[in-house]
């Protein structure tokens, strides 16, 4: 085989890949609420279940960014940056082979043109019904492109006892 039918090859492996990706996963883009699902859902599930990381990938725009923030006992607030595959490298190596299961509480939405904010409190469980241990809200930052929604960041931060969930990011 020559070296241009390689790589024509390959190239034609990548390209179908990326189209059949895009057939699987069309659908949790096509709006504000088929993504913010389509994130709790790719994230969440039993120990022993790999989560679809293409589906995950899928999401997000090409220099999207999660940030969790911390507070430590003496107040200082720090940070992580993470793009979408070092989140995965992060999760497999510290989460892999754990229950996680994130919960929408509630939301509110604020859009306008091409762009969204919503403001997600959620719940994490380590069972689909088990007990709560913890809770927290995410940013996320939405861009509408030409056919479908794009995931630009994913900012959040988790409940403590000095800082409780608001109510009014409570109510149904």
Request: charged share 25%.
């Amino acid at each position: 085989m020559t070296n241009i039918l390689r790589i024509t090859l390959l190239f034609l492996t990548i390209f179908s890949t990326n189209i059949l990706n895009g057939q699987n996963y069309q659908k949790d883009v096509e709006s504000i609420e088929s993504i913010m699902t389509a994130l709790t859902e790719v994230i969440s599930g039993p120990a022993d279940e790999e989560r679809d990381w293409e589906r995950f990938n899928y999401l997000f725009s090409e220099n999207a960014k999660l940030i969790p923030t911390q507070k430590s006992e003496t107040g200082d607030v720090s940070y992580n940056y993470w793009t979408p595959q070092e989140y995965v490298e992060m999760y497999k190596k510290n989460r892999g082979g754990t229950a996680f299961y994130e919960q929408e509480l509630y939301r509110v939405t604020e859009s306008f043109g091409n762009i969204a904010h919503c403001f997600s409190t959620y719940a994490v469980r380590k069972s689909k019904d088990g007990a709560i241990q913890r809770r927290g809200i995410n940013s996320i930052q939405l861009l509408k492109g030409k056919d479908r929604w794009y995931i630009m960041n994913v900012f959040w931060s988790n409940e403590t006892e000095e800082e409780p969930l608001p109510q009014k990011y409570l109510k149904e």
